[in-house]
């Protein structure tokens, strides 16, 4: 496919380019024929691989050994050994982050093989952005970036931004419109705009993805697939392109985004430690995944006919949770396009890739519910058939990284339990089975002092080689803020996440008990930008976690205080939830520590151009009406540009007519003014009415109420 292939005019009264459907069967997960030959192996592959998971077992195995030499001093009894089984489980999944970080010091960089800067785009791409319920401002303000640095460097003619939507909100819907119109208004003769926004929002944003390939994939040789808040240089998106040119076996190719932008606390202590210690842990993963890496669903590029080929994702047999579509697509669409003999690579060393992170505790929460039901769902998926292993292994760390919260959990019960048994319950010398000596909790303390310290170690490793990489590289360090800066925050990030531990242990435990009990995760909206400031939140979300962290300490106080030190991380994380999880949303607590020098990061310090533009062009825009349904009625030319970019609805089936529909339309019939009309439409009523152009003109044509007419003015003009 050629880059001059099918030029339409890039303002166009339609909403998306002519179809150009693109196949997209939907695959078998118990059946499996091969596509493509398999890659060999390259050797530091195998290397880095080795390092991970042979370092990750032998270290595993050392602290089981002495986990067992702690509790076996008087026999191992069943709690002993329960509680041995849950330490060695939750001590390998910190073990396995330690190794990859290990891995990634000995891989070294390595920057995947590019094509000369020189080599022209042959193809065209498209910057796909599905949103739902998004900041419209916010989204198109990254994407006018985005287009203007493409057309900097004189590579805008090889992309075109195509909007997804999913919006359910009527307002929402219009303000996106209003948005998208402006944006190709601004981007005209630079780069074509295109919008869709589905009837129906099936599969949610797999779904929404799937509808696009089918319909329009074959306009499109990539797409680079965009979260609403992501964002990435014209540098970045060139070499993407040019490494799909390059490489005609490579499927997926992933960047690793760096967050940006975050104000309150927990956001800037998510920045920092991405910085500073994530690329190690990045590049130990791009080691050893080679070939078989993973998609993250956003800020990647891909191969547009090989994900039409691969990637149509079935319904998982079952009820929800665990049945119905696929949450957590992007780890499947990964391991089925390799599946099919696509190569799936991580580009760790390629910057110019941001995202932004929530913003509070509690968002990540929210978010981390549906991340939650995604991964567990992936239990269905790991036997697939023909996958290959490290597509396994990345299912299986995905399980992990929620199922580990029960676990530790059920760890600390353990200890608990045991410890309250050595201190209430006698031992018992005269059992029904004869035996020389009795058998009770016995520890070794010095071991376990021992193991504990081993245990910190390598929990705190990749942040300490962060640490030391941050020291070394000059340029990140300034950007830290030098130096005593750089060690500073360190400490803080290691003290404050260490507190927020025990609250997100709990959350997810939370999370996988609703899941395990059949509880639908749903889909809300994600919240963006700063978090809240009120303690109300804070304190109905955290009373319980707060409770259990009181309780603790209440059983240890009995059992022996000086339990409580052993568990004070936890036991302070769990009693301080609420104004820990209140902290976390301030952003007054981040502005004044940066102000202080801490947690800075370089793209705050020396932002990229393209970050400073995006901000320019958001804060240059004007805000967009709460109320879109009343700006479309007031403004003539807004409401032809809304209807002209969404299309004609679908036809309701025969003999089955919308209720909303029918109801939108009698309520403008009977009305007098659409004053009255306005307060009489809800919910879905007002969807329809920003969906069919004959409605909303028999609004508009409703006589205005004389003390309306300043305020529809005024309406006009923000349109």
């Known amino acids: 496919m050629s880059a001059e292939k099918s030029v339409l005019p890039l303002v166009t009264g339609s909403g998306m380019p002519a179809r150009e459907p693109l196949a997209m069967p939907t695959q078998d997960l118990r059946a499996w024929c091969a596509q493509l030959p ?29 986990m067992i030499r702690v509790v076996s001093l008087g026999g191992i009894t069943i709690l002993e050994g329960i509680m041995t089984v849950l330490f060695t489980v939750t001590f390998s999944w910190i073990a396995l982050a330690a190794t990859t970080a290990l891995a990634g010091v000995i891989a070294g960089p390595r920057m995947r093989t590019l094509a000369s800067a020189r080599t022209p785009l042959t193809t065209r791409t498209a910057l796909v952005m599905p949103i739902y319920h998004e900041d419209a401002r916010r989204t198109t303000a990254c994407l006018q970036a985005m287009a203007e640095d493409l057309a900097r460097v004189g590579a805008g003619g090889a992309f075109e931004i195509v909007v997804l939507s999913d919006s359910t909100n009527p307002d929402a819907w219009v303000r996106e419109t209003l948005a998208i119109n402006r944006l190709a208004r601004d981007l005209a003769g630079v780069m074509p705009v295109w919008y869709r926004r589905r009837w129906h929002n099936t599969a949610k944003k797999a779904g929404n993805v799937k509808d696009f390939v089918e319909h329009w994939g074959g306009r499109y040789d990539h797409m680079v697939v965009l979260d609403a808040d992501s964002l990435m240089s014209a540098e970045t998106l060139v070499c993407l392109v040019q490494a799909m040119q390059a490489d005609p076996k490579l499927g997926i190719l992933q960047t690793v985004p760096v967050l940006a932008n975050g104000r309150t606390l927990f956001a800037r202590l998510q920045q920092f430690a991405g910085r500073v210690h994530g690329p190690i842990v990045a590049r130990g993963l791009a080691a050893w995944q080679g070939f078989d890496g993973n998609y993250w669903g956003h ?53 110019g890739s941001w995202e932004e992170s929530p913003p509070s505790l509690i968002d990540v929460a929210i978010r981390d519910r549906r991340w939650a039901q995604g991964n567990l769902q992936h239990s269905k998926v790991i036997g697939a058939r023909g996958l290959a292993w490290p597509s396994r292994i990345h299912f299986a760390t995905g399980i992990m990284s929620y199922a580990a919260s029960p676990l530790w959990l059920l760890l600390i019960v353990a200890g608990l339990a045991l410890s309250a048994q050595a201190h209430f319950i006698r031992p018992e010398y005269f059992a029904k089975d004869f035996q020389l000596f009795p058998t009770w909790p016995r520890f070794d303390s010095e071991r376990m002092i021992q193991l504990f310290i081993l245990t910190m170690g390598v ?19 300034r950007g830290c803020g030098g130096a005593l800066a750089l060690v500073g925050s360190t ?14 242990m709990l959350v997810h435990s ?3 008990f609703e899941i395990l009990t059949g509880n639908d995760a749903g889909w809300s909206k994600q919240r963006r930008g700063q978090g809240g400031s009120d303690w109300y939140e804070p304190m109905v979300r955290h009373r319980w976690h707060t409770g259990f962290g009181v309780g603790i300490v209440i059983l240890a106080t009995f059992i022996s205080p000086a339990m409580i030190g052993w568990l004070s991380p936890i036991i302070l994380g769990l009693v301080f939830a609420i104004p820990l999880s209140w902290m976390s949303g301030n952003a007054r607590i981040g502005t004044d520590l940066a102000h202080a020098g801490l947690l800075l990061t370089p793209e705050e310090t020396a932002p990229h151009p393209i970050l400073r533009r995006a901000d320019a062009i958001e804060a240059g825009l004007p805000d967009l009406p709460e109320d879109g349904i009343a700006i479309i009625i007031a403004d003539p030319a807004a409401r032809a540009e809304h ?7 679908p036809a309701a089936h025969r003999g089955h007519p919308e209720p909303e529909l029918l109801t939108a339309a009698t309520k403008i019939r009977e009305a007098t003014t659409r004053r009255e009309a306005l307060a009489w439409l809800k919910g879905r009523e007002r969807l329809f009415v920003a969906s069919h152009r004959t409605l909303a003109e028999a609004l508009a044509q409703l006589p205005i109420e004389p003390d309306d007419h300043q305020q529809e003015a005024a309406l006009a003009r923000r349109a």
């Open 459 to 477: 929990l705190f490793f990749p942040k300490m080689l962060g640490l030391i990489r941050g020291l070394l590289e000059p340029e990140l360090r």
């Open 643 to 649: 209807f002209d970019r969404v299309g004609e609805p």
């Open 510 to 512: 939370r999370h996988v």
């Open 38 to 66: 398999p890659d060999g192996t390259d050797l530091r592959v195998v290397w880095a691989r080795l390092v991970t998971f042979g370092g990750g077992f032998a270290l595993t195995a050392f602290g089981l050994y002495e």
């Open 299 to 351: 800020n990647a590029i891909i191969r547009t006919a090989a994900f039409a080929g691969a990637c149509g994702l079935p319904d998982l047999p079952g009820r929800k949770p665990f049945g119905g579509h696929i949450l957590s697509h992007d780890f499947v669409e990964a391991a089925l396009i390799r599946r099919a003999g696509w190569r799936v690579e991580m580009a760790s060393e390629l910057t």
């Open 491 to 504: 400490l803080l990030e290691i003290v404050l996440t260490s507190l927020y531990a025990p609250i997100m």
